[in-house]
C-alpha cells in the first residue's frame, strides 16, 4: 500500500515544524541563560517526539528538561527548577500550571503549544536513576542514534493507527501503548505494516529485549519491552491487557481489510442521543449508572481510581450472581464521574445455595454440618451445600448498602474516592447527563468494537 497522502496528512506541515523549533529555541535559549547567569550547573535538553521528530500534526507539544548535576539536592532541584519554569512562563506571559511527578513540574500554554517544563537529574544510564523522569533523556538520546529517517514516517503511522483505533497512550485513561514504546517497536520490528504482521502472533507475556539484557523473566505484563537505558525497566508496563488485545485484533482486522485508508481517520458516526438510548431499550438489560462527585486529585491518580472502584464493585455484584453484562465509568475530569452497569438482570429470587466443601472431605462436612444445621444440608454433585435466604435480591440495594461508612471496605474502593462516594453517590437515568463526551462513552459503551474495524 502506499502510504505518501496518509503521512501527507499525519506529518507536521512546514511551518507547524518551523514555528515548533523556533518557539523551542526561544524556551531553552533563555531558560539556559538563566541557569548561566545564576551559577546554577544546570543543562536544558529538548526531549520527547518532537526532538525525535515523531509528533504527529498537531500534536507537537514542547517537552523541555532542566537537567541538574546527580549531587543535586532533591529540595533545591525542586524550588529552583520551578522558579526558573516561573520565569520562562513570565518572559512569554504565560500561566502556570503546576503538575506532579516524581517532582513538580510546570505545564504551560505558548502561542498554541503545550509546554512542560521538567527539571530532572543528569544520568548516563539506568543504574543512575534518582527520579522516574530522569530516563527521558536518555530515550530521546537512543531513539535518535537508533531510528533511521525512513523509519521516522513508520512511527508516524503506527502511532496513528493506534491512535485511531483507540489503542494510543499510556496515560491511565487510555492504558494504551506510549510514544516511546511505538518508537522502540519499530525500531525492532522495521516497518510499521511488518509490526502488525510481528503482532498478530503475540502471546501474553510477548518479549523484546533491544540490548539483549536478559531481564525479561523479571516481568509479568502482558507485553514486555526492556527499556534500552535501563535494563530493570519494561517500557510496555503501562500497557493493559485489553489495550494489547484491541492492538492485536486492529492488526488482524487491518491486515485483511479492503478499506485499509479508513483505519488513519476518525470514525465517521453521528451522535444522536435519542437512537443511543434507543440502543439500550433494544438490548432489554437493566442498567444501573451511579453518579457521584469526585476529588480535585490529578488524572493519572483519579482514573486508576474510578477503574479500580468499578471493576470492584463488578465482581462483588457477580459474587452475589447478579449478571454483570458490562460494566465501565466515565468522568467529566472535574466534576463528577458516572458507574454505569449493565446487568441481565438487576433483582433474583430469594434463596441462593451456599456451597460447601466436598463430600470426601469429612472434617470440613462437619464443620459446615455444625454451621448450618444437619436437617438443612444437602448434596449437590459432590458437594454438600444447603440453602439459604438471600441477604439482597435487589442490585441496587446491594450498592446503596455498599456505599456507607460501614460497609464501603466490603469493595476496594479508590481512597481518594470513598468519602466523596459516599456523601454524594446517587442513582440516576442514563439520559440525566447532557455532555457530548458523555454520549460519546455511551456510544463506545453499546458498540465496543467500533475503533478496532473499518
Known amino acids: ?168 497512550g499510556s496515560e491511565f485513561k487510555v492504558g494504551g501503548f506510549a510514544g516511546y514504546l511505538c518508537e522502540l517497536l519499530i525500531i525492532h520490528y522495521g516497518t510499521f505494516e511488518n509490526t502488525l504482521k510481528e503482532a498478530i502472533h503475540w502471546k501474553y507475556g510477548e518479549s523484546i529485549d533491544l540490548e539483549n539484557y536478559g531481564t525479561s523473566k523479571s516481568f509479568d505484563d502482558p507485553l514486555i519491552v526492556i527499556d534500552p537505558t535501563d535494563m530493570n525497566r519494561n517500557v510496555g508496563a503501562a500497557l493493559r491487557l485489553d489495550k494489547m488485545a484491541e492492538f492485536i485484533q486492529s492488526a488482524r482486522n487491518y491486515i485483511f481489510s479492503d478499506n485499509k485508508e479508513d483505519y488513519f481517520y476518525p470514525l465517521s458516526r453521528s451522535l444522536n442521543k435519542e437512537n443511543i438510548l434507543n440502543e439500550f431499550n433494544d438490548r432489554n438489560s437493566d442498567l444501573i449508572a451511579i453518579c457521584f462527585d469526585i476529588p480535585d486529585i490529578p488524572l493519572d491518580t483519579l482514573h486508576p481510581q474510578l477503574r479500580k472502584t468499578t471493576e470492584a464493585l463488578e465482581r462483588k455484584l457477580n459474587d452475589e450472581e447478579f449478571n454483570v453484562f458490562k460494566a465501565d465509568y466515565w468522568s467529566d475530569e472535574y466534576k463528577s464521574a458516572i458507574i454505569l452497569l449493565e446487568l441481565a438482570s438487576s433483582k433474583l429470587n430469594d434463596i441462593k445455595v451456599n456451597v460447601g466443601p466436598k463430600v470426601f472431605i469429612n472434617q470440613a462436612c462437619e464443620n459446615f454440618v455444625a454451621k448450618y444445621g444437619r436437617e438443612n444440608c444437602y448434596v449437590q454433585g459432590d458437594f454438600l451445600v444447603h440453602t439459604q435466604e438471600r441477604e439482597f435480591n435487589n442490585a441496587k440495594d446491594l450498592v446503596e448498602h455498599i456505599f456507607t461508612p460501614d460497609h464501603i471496605r466490603l469493595i476496594k474502593v479508590g481512597k481518594n474516592l470513598k468519602k466523596t462516594i459516599i456523601d454524594t453517590f446517587r442513582f440516576i437515568n442514563i439520559d440525566e447527563m447532557e455532555n457530548d463526551d458523555y454520549l460519546k462513552f455511551l456510544d463506545d459503551f453499546i458498540n465496543p468494537g467500533q475503533y478496532i474495524v473499518r
Request: proline share 2%; net charge negative; with cysteine.
Open 1 to 168: 500500500m502506499n502510504y505518501d497522502l496518509i503521512l501527507k496528512d499525519i506529518k507536521p506541515t512546514s511551518n507547524e515544524k518551523n514555528e515548533i523549533n523556533e518557539l523551542s529555541s526561544k524556551l531553552m535559549n533563555f531558560l539556559q541563560k538563566s541557569c548561566d547567569e545564576k551559577g546554577i550547573g544546570a543543562n536544558v535538553a529538548l526531549v520527547g517526539s518532537v526532538a525525535k521528530n515523531t509528533a504527529l500534526k498537531g500534536k507537537s507539544d514542547i517537552d523541555i528538561f532542566i537537567a541538574f548535576p546527580l549531587d543535586t539536592d532533591k529540595q533545591y532541584l525542586k524550588k529552583v527548577g520551578l522558579d526558573l519554569a516561573h520565569e520562562c512562563c513570565s518572559e512569554f506571559k504565560s500561566i502556570a500550571e503546576h503538575h506532579f511527578a516524581s517532582h513538580p513540574y510546570v505545564t504551560t500554554h505558548i502561542d498554541g503549544f503545550e509546554v512542560d517544563i521538567v527539571p530532572c537529574y543528569a544520568i548516563n544510564d539506568g543504574s543512575e536513576l534518582k527520579s522516574a523522569v530522569d530516563r527521558t533523556i536518555l530515550h530521546t538520546r537512543y531513539v535518535k542514534a537508533n531510528l533511521s529517517e525512513n523509519q521516522i514516517d513508520e512511527v508516524l503511522l503506527l502511532k496513528r493507527f493506534m491512535a485511531m483505533t483507540g489503542t494510543y
